[in-house]
Structure formats: structure tokens, C-alpha cells
């Protein structure tokens, strides 16, 4: 089973341009969520999609950040413009569902290997 | 504020001893407990994950303890190996209608001593 696909692994750019990041989940899952990890830092969720619909963006700063999943599959994120603070790496991950299907189940979230941003 | 707490940064165990990293949390609604294994330039790996009903779970040299009175829970590795060395993270989760997000601590970076 392929995992979760993330390009580029790697972007340098210089603050206030624009960055665009994509995610290929796992086939047939159903969520997917974007993370952000700075340096030190647990990873924090930014927004989460339940097929191409938002299921939470409250921690996605609007002002500068978007994403989308159009078609319920891939999903790109993109910064414009981006700030130094924006320096992190982000992951994306996928699950089968965002619900509990069990109780005491575990709905496990598979991750990409995430992108390194660097703002200079 | 920080919801999940990770108190120690880095810790190192000799090969073929325990580890215990510990893990501490605030909300009381957390319900589901998570530990994942994070390698350089990789993404986080699930490991194991305990439920708010139970207070052991076991997983070949893997076990997590939770102690709900203390808000606290912990992941044990016995014996531990070079292949150990990583980045653990806990996890939770509060549950809820429809959503499954995970609230993150800062890592604990294990080194296995050969």
C-alpha cells in the first residue's frame, strides 16, 4: 500500500512570496489533515478535510494561509505571502475516517514525510 | 497553553535496558492517548495508543500505562534497541462527533546507547 505522498520535500523562498504545497493521500481515505511543525514543536494541526469538505480550519491563520481538496483527493496549501515564522516543516496526513468506528479503537493517521520550508 | 506536556526533551538508555518516557496532559476530555515514532526527514509513524477505559496496553516491547487521576501516561520499551533511536511524540485526542484531532506534545528524542 503506497503512503502518503508530499511534494516538494524540500523550499527555500524569500518572505512575502508564495508557496504551494501537495499532498497525495492514502487511496480511499477519507481525511486528511495539515500540520504544522516548527522546529522543537509537536506537530500542529491546521486544518482538517472530510472529502472536500472543511472540517475544522480555526487554527489555519486566514489572513495568509489557504488549502483546498477539490476533488476529495489531493490536497494542496498554499502561503502568500509567507513570513519568517512560517519556517516549519508540514506534514499532511490521512485516516479512513475522522469518526470513532470503534470505541477504544484507534482511527490511526498516516503521515507524509512532510515539506521542510524555509523563509529567508 | 500547552495541553499535552513532554517535560523531557532528550533521554539515554543503554541497549537491552528500559525506557520510559512519560507524558502529561491537562484536559480532562481527552479520551484517547497516542504515542508516535517520528525519524529524521520522515513523517511521524503510529506506534501504539491506549483508550481512556483501559490502563495498560501492550504491544510486543511496547507498553503505555495511563493513569487518568494523574493525567498522566507513559510508554515503556523493553528491551531497547538502536533502531529505538527517534522522536517520540504523545498524542491526544478528544473525540467528539465527526473529528479526530490530535493535540500534540513537543517530542522526546530517545538515544539507545549500543
Not at chain 1, 480550519?57 to 476533488?71: G, N, T, W, Y
Not at chain 2, 523531557?8 to 497516542?34: A, H, K, W
Request: hydrophobic share 35%; aromatic share 10%; proline share 5%.
Amino acid at each position: 500500500e503506497a503512503g502518503v505522498a508530499q511534494s516538494p520535500r524540500y523550499k527555500i523562498i524569500e518572505k512575502r512570496q508564495s508557496v504551494a504545497f501537495w499532498c497525495n493521500p492514502i487511496s480511499g481515505h477519507a481525511t486528511l489533515y495539515w500540520y504544522q511543525q516548527i522546529l522543537g514543536q509537536g506537530p500542529k494541526l491546521l486544518i482538517q478535510f472530510q472529502n472536500n469538505g472543511v472540517v475544522d480550519d480555526s487554527q489555519l491563520p486566514k489572513d495568509r494561509f489557504s488549502a483546498e481538496r477539490l476533488k476529495g483527493v489531493d490536497s494542496t496549501l498554499k502561503i502568500q505571502p509567507a513570513k519568517l515564522e512560517d519556517s516549519a516543516v508540514y506534514l499532511c496526513a490521512s485516516s479512513q475516517t475522522s469518526g470513532r468506528a470503534i470505541v477504544g479503537k484507534s482511527v490511526e493517521q498516516f503521515f507524509g514525510p512532510g515539506t521542510r520550508l524555509t523563509v529567508l | 497553553d500547552q495541553q499535552v506536556k513532554q517535560n523531557s526533551p532528550s533521554l539515554s538508555v543503554q541497549e537491552g535496558r528500559i525506557s520510559i518516557l512519560n507524558c502529561d496532559y491537562t484536559n480532562s476530555m481527552f479520551d484517547y492517548f497516542l504515542w508516535y515514532k517520528k525519524y529524521p526527514a520522515e513523517g511521524p509513524t503510529f506506534l501504539i495508543s491506549i483508550s481512556s477505559i483501559k490502563d495498560k496496553n501492550e504491544d510486543g516491547r511496547f507498553t503505555v500505562f495511563l493513569n487518568k487521576s494523574a493525567k498522566h501516561l507513559s510508554l515503556h520499551i523493553v528491551p531497547s534497541q538502536p533502531g529505538d533511536s527517534a522522536v517520540y511524540f504523545c498524542a491526544a485526542s478528544a473525540g467528539g462527533a465527526g473529528s479526530y484531532q490530535l493535540t500534540f506534545g513537543k517530542g522526546t528524542k530517545l538515544s539507545v546507547i549500543p
